[in-house]
């Protein structure tokens, strides 16, 4: 028997890691690892397999001596945590294969003695594993590359969520995979990459044999279709999607789906319907720009359906007197959401901004646009230049590349973009233009105000509710409970949460479960906006206050001895005022709440403090 460990690294605290909310409903992580759970199922019988994700479960130094390979799978934000976990594997010195989104683009660039897997596991790994059990690693081993074999997945067996005993209750949502693939061409996007531009379908037993295993162990909720865009192929998935109805409604509809999918399935209603009865309650849509020439620029053709045409949208528009055809875009898409959102599901969305063509007004379109959508959860970032797509290729051409890997796209706020920016009229323009547009954004749409406004104008809208209902349980009034504590009693923004709770009340009391659900996921989202801007005005005092204390010094330096002591008054004052300063940074400093403080630059803080070493002569540190 050949002993393996599958270990799922450290999730950071990101928009996407929902912690605050996971606290509210006693959960510890939202996502099972479902690439180590798929290649589980490709391992013979005479494998003994063990996981540990550590966002769940402690790893213990018995799990990595007792293994003969550890297998890790890792994504963009774990290269941190990976890191330290490869270091900590090497110094027991078991064997380690790391595969994953990460190393498949980013495997030259991480630290560490393993064998990095690049592209689907489908495509064959079994003898790699056996090869590191038995001779162990040598630098021969540093990578496998078998990126851009794409088998059909047909091929792909089970999920072993068997593996997942004991800890299946500390997630929030389980994830089956029934596509890969995109058959779009949005200039920013890998998915092509990665899993090809043909969508590769599951049939359906094999869709339904994992439901009936998540369901037999006990499974009841959410569960994630993980999925690029689920409606790559509609044709494909129609019958696919009659079958999941027939099992749900057998089965007395025990998931509810969340999925991605583009907007172009709004044209087709069968299609959303066929979702509606499946069981599918949100979606997410990468509507990506508000602006007409930055879609077009992106060629994000799956946003721009119907536009020209004497739509809805058109009426709207002269009814208000407006001819540009940019509000037109706006309304359109705000048109399609709004429906989709009264009549199927919850809508999100994903929207950068940094894109050549984007008017000045970019942030004010795009709160327009998510308010008036009705848009919950709106993500919101920088545009990175990821490898291997078409915007690399442009952007290395132009010389305007500044990094390679771009190790923004955390889901956090950043200050970090990968390529020099330019306005509509191709001149360069400051990287904080386009950073200040997206925080601008976040810092609105994240208002509690607002966010709890958007939720509740949904709510008020919805024509119908999904065909899932939690069922009430003492855990249930567990979460209310922790919900009130949390949001009600402690947070900074109870008046609004309350509010919230009373209009949706009012409105409708059998709303009120979903309402608690959405006011969880709004504490994650408001926190983790607070913190994160919390965290860019430190770094943006610290880099003012950088600059004003190497002008002092630089001052002092070059006038020489007279000029101080003709002037030691004022520059006593002036460095006085700067003293101040720095002891305020510090104060906020520790006022973070230290999960953020990774957010904090290091570096600058470190120049901070040598300067202020040199102008007060004291040594100082804030300690992060
Ligand atoms: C579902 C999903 C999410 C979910 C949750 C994912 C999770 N489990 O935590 C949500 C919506 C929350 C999410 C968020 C984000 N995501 Co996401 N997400 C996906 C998506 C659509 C599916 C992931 C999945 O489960 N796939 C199914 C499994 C089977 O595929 P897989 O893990 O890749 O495994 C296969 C191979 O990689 C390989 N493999 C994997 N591990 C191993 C290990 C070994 C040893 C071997 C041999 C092989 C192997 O074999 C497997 C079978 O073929 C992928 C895209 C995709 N189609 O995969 C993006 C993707 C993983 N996400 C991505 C990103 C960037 C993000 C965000 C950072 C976005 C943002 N800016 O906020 C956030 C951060 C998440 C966080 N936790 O904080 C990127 C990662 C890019 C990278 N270089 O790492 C992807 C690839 C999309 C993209 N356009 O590039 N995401
Ligand atoms: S529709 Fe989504 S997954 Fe497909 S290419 Fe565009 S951004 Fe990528």
């Known amino acids: 028997m050949t002993n393996v460990l599958l270990v799922y690294p450290e999730n950071p605290k990101t928009f996407w890691s929902y912690e605050k909310a996971l606290e509210i409903d006693g959960k510890k992580s939202m996502f099972p690892p479902t690439g180590l759970l798929t290649i589980a199922g490709m391992f013979p019988a005479n494998y003994n397999l063990k996981l540990v994700d550590m966002n769940v479960t402690k790893l213990k130094y018995s799990d990595i001596r007792d293994a003969n390979v550890v297998l890790i799978s890792a994504m963009g934000i774990h290269k941190q945590s990976l890191e330290k976990l490869i270091a900590r594997i090497n110094k027991i010195g078991t064997p380690i294969l790391v595969?994953?989104?990460?190393?498949?683009?980013?495997?030259?660039?991480?630290?560490?003695?393993?064998?990095?897997?690049?592209?689907?596991?489908?495509?064959?790994?079994?003898?790699?594993?056996?090869?590191?059990?038995?001779?162990?690693?040598?630098?021969?081993?540093?990578?496998?590359?078998?990126?851009?074999?794409?088998?059909?997945?047909?091929?792909?067996?089970?999920?072993?969520?068997?593996?997942?005993?004991?800890?299946?209750?500390?997630?929030?949502?389980?994830?089956?995979?029934?596509?890969?693939?995109?058959?779009?061409?949005?200039?920013?996007?890998?998915?092509?990459?990665?899993?090809?531009?043909?969508?590769?379908?599951?049939?359906?037993?094999?869709?339904?044999?994992?439901?009936?295993?998540?369901?037999?162990?006990?499974?009841?909720?959410?569960?994630?279709?993980?999925?690029?865009?689920?409606?790559?192929?509609?044709?494909?998935?129609?019958?696919?999607?009659?079958?999941?109805?027939?099992?749900?409604?057998?089965?007395?509809?025990?998931?509810?789906?969340?999925?991605?999918?583009?907007?172009?399935?709004?044209?087709?209603?069968?299609?959303?319907?066929?979702m509606y009865l499946a069981g599918f309650d949100q979606v997410f849509f990468g509507i990506e720009s508000p602006s007409i020439d930055s879609l077009k620029s992106m060629a994000a053709l799956k946003n721009m359906q119907g536009l020209g045409a004497q739509g809805q949208g058109t009426q709207e528009l002269s009814a208000q007197g407006k001819s540009d055809a940019a509000a037109f875009v706006t309304l359109e898409i705000q048109r399609k959401l709004k429906e989709i959102q009264s009549k199927y599901f919850k809508a999100q969305a994903g929207f950068i901004i940094g894109f050549d063509k984007d008017p000045d007004n970019i942030s004010e379109m795009m709160v327009e646009l998510i308010e008036n959508s009705r848009i919950g959860v709106a993500m919101v970032g920088p545009l990175g230049v990821l490898p291997d797509t078409a915007d690399f290729r442009k952007y290395s051409m132009a010389g305007r590349l500044v990094d390679s890997i771009y190790t923004g796209d955390s889901g956090m706020f950043t200050r970090h973009l990968n390529f020099v920016p330019h306005n509509k009229e191709g001149q360069v323009i400051n990287p904080d233009v386009v950073t200040n547009r997206v925080r601008s954004v976040l810092e609105r749409v994240y208002a509690p105000k607002a966010y709890f406004a958007r939720t509740l104008d949904y709510l008020q809208h919805r024509e119908r509710k999904p065909l899932f209902h939690l069922p009430i349980t003492l855990k249930s009034f567990a979460s209310f409970a922790r919900s009130i504590f949390n949001q009600g009693i402690k947070s900074s923004y109870r008046r609004e949460y309350w509010k919230f709770l009373w209009n949706v009340f009012w409105h409708n009391p059998k709303d009120m479960p979903d309402a608690i659900s959405y006011a969880a996921v709004g504490h994650h989202l408001i926190t983790v906006t607070k913190q994160m801007l919390k965290v860019d005005d430190i770094n943006q005092n610290?880099?003012?206050?950088?600059?004003?204390?190497?002008?002092?010094?630089?001052?002092?330096?070059?006038?020489?001895?007279?000029?101080?002591?003709?002037?030691?008054?004022?520059?006593?004052?002036?460095?006085?005022?700067?003293?101040?300063?720095?002891?305020?940074?510090?104060?906020?400093?520790?006022?973070?709440?230290?999960?953020?403080?990774?957010?904090?630059?290091?570096?600058?803080l470190d120049a901070l403090e040598q300067k202020y070493f040199e102008l007060f002569g004291k040594r100082v540190s804030v300690g992060v």
Not at 577 to 600: A, E, N, P, Q
């Open 99 to 274: 595969g994953g989104p990460l190393p498949t683009q980013h495997f030259d660039k991480i630290k560490g003695e393993a064998t990095f897997f690049l592209g689907e596991a489908e495509a064959g790994f079994i003898d790699v594993v056996e090869r590191l059990a038995s001779n162990g690693y040598d630098e021969s081993m540093r990578v496998v590359d078998k990126r851009k074999i794409f088998r059909q997945i047909t091929e792909t067996p089970m999920q072993r969520f068997d593996l997942l005993k004991g800890t299946m209750k500390k997630y929030e949502v389980m994830a089956v995979q029934l596509t890969r693939g995109c058959p779009e061409s949005c200039t920013f996007c890998n998915i092509g990459s990665l899993f090809g531009k043909e969508t590769r379908l599951k049939n359906e037993s094999m869709l339904l044999a994992e439901f009936d295993e998540l369901y037999k162990l006990g499974w009841k909720g959410s569960v994630m279709i993980v999925d690029d865009n689920v409606a790559g192929n509609q044709e494909a998935l129609m019958p696919i999607l009659k079958s999941v109805e027939t099992w749900q409604v057998a089965h007395k509809y025990p998931f509810t789906f969340f999925t991605q999918a583009s907007l172009r399935i709004y044209d087709n209603k069968t299609l959303m319907e066929q």
């Open 542 to 604: 610290v880099k003012s206050l950088l600059l004003e204390l190497e002008i002092s010094l630089a001052e002092i330096k070059q006038k020489g001895r007279v000029y101080v002591d003709d002037n030691l008054e004022k520059i006593n004052g002036r460095l006085y005022v700067l003293g101040k300063k720095y002891s305020s940074i510090k104060t906020d400093i520790h006022r973070i709440k230290s999960d953020f403080r990774l957010g904090i630059n290091r570096s600058s």
